[in-house]
Structure formats: C-alpha cells, structure tokens
C-alpha cells in the first residue's frame, strides 16, 4: 500500500520559473513602449507581437512542463497523474518505484473535489 506525501516543494518549483519569466518579458514590453515613435509604428507594433507570442509561448511552456511532466522529487522519474474513485482536492502523481502518491497542493478538476 503506498504512503502519501506532501510535495512542499512544488509550489516553488513553479513560481521559480514564472518570476524568471516575467523578469525577461516584463522589461522587454517596457523597452517596446518606452522607445516607441509615432514614425515607427509598424516596427513597434511587430515587436510587441513578438514579445506577447513568446510570453505567452513560454506560459503554455510552462503549465505543460508542470501539468503533464511531473517528477518525483525522491528519485526523479516522471510520474503519470494518480486517478482512483475517491474523492479527492488535489493533484496527485504516483511514483512506482518509491511507492508513494505525491499530493502537491494543485487542484485537478477546479475546485469541485471530483476527479474528471
């Protein structure tokens, strides 16, 4: 029978990467409007296109790196999402090898509690 645990790790393993984002788009958007020319309208627009494809490219990144890829935080193998007919709040990814269910804290259907 596996043991449960808490992933206290988790939330910080996504908010690391997130503030790391946001510290490269965020000045890269102030730069876009900081230099912007009424003569230059077309280049600016453009670029701010480009800026707002890769900050959103890197949120899809993101939540599909931490969503879908999870990794036991014991012996790293990535871990498919835990599924039974209980009832339950919060993600959970079972890893074989260490036969534990990680719970980290991150609702899997919304906030109803059921599994989808």
Known sequence: MPIEKIDKNYVVRFITPLAQGFIVFLPLTLVVFILWKPEHWLLEVVSFGFVLAGALAFVIWLFRRFFRHYRCPQCQAELPIFRDD????????????????????GAEDGGSGYVV
């Open 86 to 105: 209980k009832l339950v709040s919060n993600r959970r990814y079972y890893c074989k090898s260490c036969d534990v269910i990680w719970l980290t804290g």
